[in-house]
């Protein structure tokens, strides 16, 4: 069988190839690739490049990759339409729906022949990226319209809703095409048939990075006492709602660290000037640094940047508590990287997350809207070893269970089984 993958990130294997840094995200799909590599299928990776102005082919490691430009709609077509001329494979798999190569590869392909798995639907992560954020913080004003024409700066929240309900038009388009979608989680699954009801689906979990299948295992007596391992990124991963919880949690525990993964905060220290341009035209991050002055939380926070694999991997074992506060969630890789190492987690209810946590079982889930009850219960965890450990221990079977690499290598089989054989 030959299977075509088109995906939104340059693989490792190909980014070293070309002397690039290796991607921190879309860490399951190089679980996905061992899979069907370790099959004897053939595989080919498609993604797009703004960087890149013709389509180019490599191989490495028995795995054939294109690079194409990320264009306009029909130059995408185009070059999409060459490569499936070119490599006539049995299946297409379209992973993700976030950008507009999802539809125009969508757009051209065989419906009967192709499968499009969920990552974040925008269609409806769009009605939460205020994320409980004061309107007034989000609104897109004049100022910031000024600041992106004279290209510095103006990037305000309402601008990305506006960017995600425009995307989120190619997303339906492509989920409306095809016939089989991969939702990734129950969850995914239901926003799949809401869109497409007709379409089959697979809820199926996805397989973690290599090194999360270790023996390595979270302990109480290791970790860093009171420390926390949290994302920070766009609205709806809710790292101000996480702010508002911890000016609680560190009221009874002043020795609480926290560490904070992905974009760095560019923390700034403006004169009065543009203090006050900033204040008039807020991005997401100048919101999130004035909560943290607000708070007197400085002190508390350690920026960490974007980690590699074995990085992540220790700053979770050394924590005491792994918190997911997001808006909305499908199937999170990163919960699921921490559970199945074992690490106690605190997560928001929302999406596929309570899927993936029985609540006071095997960890905690909270109201998004309820930052208190997160504070609450971060220092329950904090405060009694044996529920740390039982929540560890618990997780992990969880976790195990959801993120079994050899049941959904299998599955991710069978459903390429599945729409050969029609």
Same mark, same amino acid.
Request: charged share 25%; with cysteine; proline share 3%.
């Given at each position: 069988?030959?299977?075509?993958?088109?995906?939104?990130?340059?693989?490792?294997?190909?980014?070293?190839? %070309?002397?690039?840094?290796?991607?921190?995200?879309?860490?399951?799909?190089?679980?996905?690739?061992?899979?069907?590599?370790?099959?004897?299928?053939?595989?080919?990776?498609?993604?797009?490049?703004?960087?890149?102005?013709?389509?180019?082919?490599?191989?490495?490691?028995?795995?054939?990759?294109?690079?194409?430009?990320?264009?306009?709609?029909?130059?995408?077509?185009?070059?999409?339409?060459?490569?499936?001329?070119?490599?006539?494979?049995?299946?297409?798999?379209?992973?993700?729906?976030?950008?507009?190569?999802?539809?125009?590869?969508?757009?051209?392909?065989?419906? !009967?022949?192709?499968?499009?798995?969920?990552?974040?639907?925008?269609?409806?992560?769009?009605?939460?990226?205020?994320?409980?954020?004061?309107?007034?913080?989000?609104?897109?004003?004049?100022?910031?319209?000024?600041?992106?024409?004279?290209?510095?700066?103006?990037?305000?929240?309402?601008?990305?809703?506006?960017?995600?309900?425009?995307?989120?038009?190619?997303?339906?388009?492509?989920?409306?095409?095809?016939?089989?979608?991969?939702?990734?989680?129950?969850?995914?699954?239901?926003?799949?048939?809401?869109?497409?009801?007709?379409?089959?689906?697979?809820?199926?979990?996805?397989?973690?990075?290599?090194?999360?299948?270790?023996?390595?295992?979270?302990?109480?007596?290791?970790?860093?006492?009171?420390?926390?391992?949290?994302?920070?990124?766009?609205?709806?991963?809710?790292?101000?709602?996480?702010?508002?919880?911890?000016?609680?949690?560190?009221?009874?525990?002043?020795?609480?660290?926290?560490?904070?993964?992905?974009?760095?905060?560019?923390?700034?220290?403006?004169?009065?000037?543009?203090?006050?341009?900033?204040?008039?035209?807020?991005?997401?991050?100048?919101?999130?640094?004035?909560?943290?002055?607000?708070?007197?939380?400085?002190?508390?926070?350690?920026? %960490?940047?974007?980690?590699?694999?074995?990085?992540?991997?220790?700053?979770?074992?050394?924590?005491?508590?792994?918190?997911?506060?997001?808006?909305?969630? !499908?199937?999170?890789?990163?919960?699921?990287?921490?559970?199945?190492?074992?690490?106690?987690?605190?997560?928001?209810?929302?999406?596929?997350?309570?899927?993936?946590?029985?609540?006071?079982?095997?960890?905690?889930?909270?109201?998004?809207?309820?930052?208190?009850? %997160?504070?609450?219960?971060?220092?329950?965890?904090?405060?009694?070893?044996?529920?740390?450990?039982?929540?560890?221990?618990?997780?992990?079977?969880?976790?195990?269970?959801?993120?079994?690499?050899?049941?959904?290598?299998?599955?991710?089989?069978?459903?390429?089984?599945?729409?050969?054989?029609?």
């Amino acid at each position: 069988m030959k299977i075509l993958w088109l995906v939104n990130i340059i693989m490792p294997e190909l980014a070293v190839k %070309l002397g690039q840094n290796v991607p921190v995200f879309g860490g399951w799909l190089s679980g996905a690739l061992n899979a069907v590599k370790a099959s004897g299928h053939e595989l080919i990776i498609c993604t797009t490049d703004a960087e890149t102005a013709s389509t180019k082919r490599y191989e490495v490691n028995n795995v054939v990759y294109y690079l194409s430009r990320r264009g306009s709609f029909q130059a995408m077509q185009e070059d999409f339409k060459s490569i499936l001329q070119q490599e006539r494979p049995d299946v297409i798999h379209i992973y993700g729906t976030e950008y507009e190569h999802a539809w125009a590869m969508a757009s051209i392909t065989d419906p !009967n022949r192709t499968v499009v798995t969920i990552q974040g639907p925008l269609c409806y992560y769009k009605d939460n990226v205020y994320a409980g954020i004061p309107e007034k913080v989000c609104r897109d004003t004049i100022l910031h319209k000024v600041l992106r024409k004279a290209h510095k700066g103006g990037e305000s929240i309402e601008r990305k809703r506006i960017d995600f309900e425009r995307r989120s038009e190619f997303e339906i388009n492509t989920l409306k095409k095809v016939k089989y979608i991969h939702g990734g989680s129950v969850w995914g699954c239901a926003v799949a048939k809401s869109i497409n009801p007709d379409c089959e689906a697979f809820d199926f979990g996805l397989i973690l990075r290599d090194s999360f299948y270790c023996d390595d295992r979270w302990s109480y007596e290791n970790c860093d006492k009171h420390s926390i391992y949290v994302l920070f990124s766009y609205s709806i991963k809710g790292f101000h709602k996480f702010l508002e919880a911890l000016r609680i949690v560190v009221r009874k525990y002043p020795d609480t660290h926290v560490k904070v993964v992905a974009s760095k905060l560019q923390y700034r220290s403006y004169g009065r000037l543009k203090k006050a341009i900033m204040d008039a035209a807020p991005d997401y991050n100048w919101y999130v640094q004035g909560l943290i002055d607000k708070y007197g939380l400085k002190d508390h926070l350690q920026f %960490l940047g974007y980690l590699s694999e074995q990085e992540v991997k220790k700053q979770m074992l050394s924590s005491n508590v792994f918190v997911s506060a997001s808006s909305i969630e !499908n199937q999170s890789t990163t919960l699921g990287e921490a559970m199945i190492l074992g690490v106690p987690s605190v997560a928001s209810c929302v999406g596929a997350i309570q899927e993936m946590i029985d609540d006071g079982e095997d960890g905690f889930l909270y109201p998004f809207h309820e930052p208190y009850v %997160l504070a609450d219960r971060i220092m329950k965890v904090f405060e009694d070893a044996d529920l740390a450990r039982k929540f560890s221990l618990k997780g992990h079977e969880h976790a195990a269970k959801t993120y079994d690499c050899t049941k959904n290598s299998n599955d991710l089989l069978k459903m390429y089984e599945t729409i050969v054989n029609g």
